[in-house]
């Protein structure tokens, strides 16, 4: 990978994202909410689909698919009815923006003043640089663990590139909402509430974990088919569930993609995003059942579910990471850019 074209190439694609997102925000002020709006928008979506493709690096790429060919489109999408979080007038075209663009989540009173709070519902996080620091350390600390990966059994390797990819995410996310936070002056949720605290599997996938993802999959897939389903048999929560996990697959299918170029098979992210969606569908249909009156204490069930996410991940989608040697990949990158910024200084 050559870094100075990477860089260009970086600068190129994201010019490029903003000049769409200005012609879509433009294109609210002219034309109304509805079919007319949407086809005016499917140029945009179809450029966003394939543009980030055109970076090969892991640090620039994969965050811009994950940002623009998902979130984007998504909420593009979503903004082409009168929905979701660009849907709002009274954002400028500098806030439309950075909401398009970036994995930010507006922060709403979800309970009103009339209203108590759910007993269970995990109080959200707040956003600080102290949080990045803290992420970025035990990143860092990560990272000196796996280059002892020759002297690591190949489970225990996978193990640890699990932990890297969940606090990588976590470190991206919050830093891009520390920052995002400061540029719209409007209050953001943290993308993740501490998820080895979920009691359910409703709970971490719902509420804790990566709230940038749930909350535009609940706008853009659960929340309509959820709407239109037959309400018969609980079919609406079934398909819903079903859908959202289906798609969320697909989405991270995509980012396989990215990463391995078709050089390897993939579809392990499928199948660990669809294997929750089941379990999460068993999950609501005993809660139901038993009338939410059986509950193990958090302090054991928490380790539970959070570990079982991170099993079910190493067994199904972190082979598919293994192959496209990310660690390795990663670690090049950062001593390439390290050698360019030592030759500007």
Not at 202 to 210: A, I
Request: hydrophobic content about 50%; glycine content about 6%.
């Amino acid at each position: 990978m050559m870094v100075e074209g990477e860089i260009n190439n970086f600068i190129m694609v994201w010019s490029l994202v903003f000049t769409s997102v200005s012609y879509c925000y433009a294109i609210t002020k002219i034309i109304p909410r509805g079919k007319l709006r949407l086809v005016t928008f499917l140029p945009i979506i179809c450029i966003f689909l394939f543009l980030p493709f055109n970076l090969h690096s892991i640090h620039f790429g994969l965050p811009t698919v994950f940002f623009i060919t998902w979130l984007a489109n998504f909420k593009i999408l979503l903004l082409a009815f009168g929905k979701g979080p660009l849907s709002d007038s009274s954002l400028s075209m500098f806030q439309f923006g950075i909401v398009a663009c970036y994995p930010v989540v507006v922060q709403k009173n979800k309970h009103p003043k009339n209203k108590k709070p759910k007993k269970d519902y995990p109080t959200k996080q707040n956003l600080s640089i102290l949080s990045c620091a803290k992420k970025a350390i035990t990143l860092g600390f990560l990272v000196y663990i796996a280059s002892y990966k020759d002297h690591m059994t190949e489970k225990v390797f996978s193990f640890i590139i699990c932990l890297y990819v969940i606090v990588s995410l976590d470190l991206l996310l919050t830093t891009v909402a520390v920052i995002g936070q400061f540029l719209l002056g409007l209050e953001l949720e943290a993308p993740f509430n501490q998820p080895y605290l979920s009691n359910s599997l409703k709970e971490f996938w719902g509420w804790r974990w990566n709230s940038v993802s749930t909350t535009i999959l609940r706008a853009t897939v659960f929340d309509p088919i959820v709407h239109h389903a037959p309400p018969a048999f609980g079919l609406p929560l079934i398909l819903g569930l079903l859908s959202t996990f289906l798609i969320s697959g697909a989405m991270h299918e995509i980012l396989h993609y990215f990463l391995s170029r078709g050089k390897t098979n993939g579809g392990g992210m499928a199948t660990f995003f669809i294997l929750h969606g089941f379990l999460l569908m068993i999950e609501s249909v005993l809660k139901k059942r038993l009338n939410n009156k059986w509950r193990l204490p958090l302090i054991i069930i928490g380790p539970i579910i959070y570990g079982f996410v991170i099993y079910t991940f190493m067994i199904f989608a972190s082979p598919d990471l293994m192959q496209c040697d990310v660690y390795d990949r990663a670690i090049q990158e950062w001593e390439a850019f390290g050698a360019v910024f030592r030759d500007m200084v």
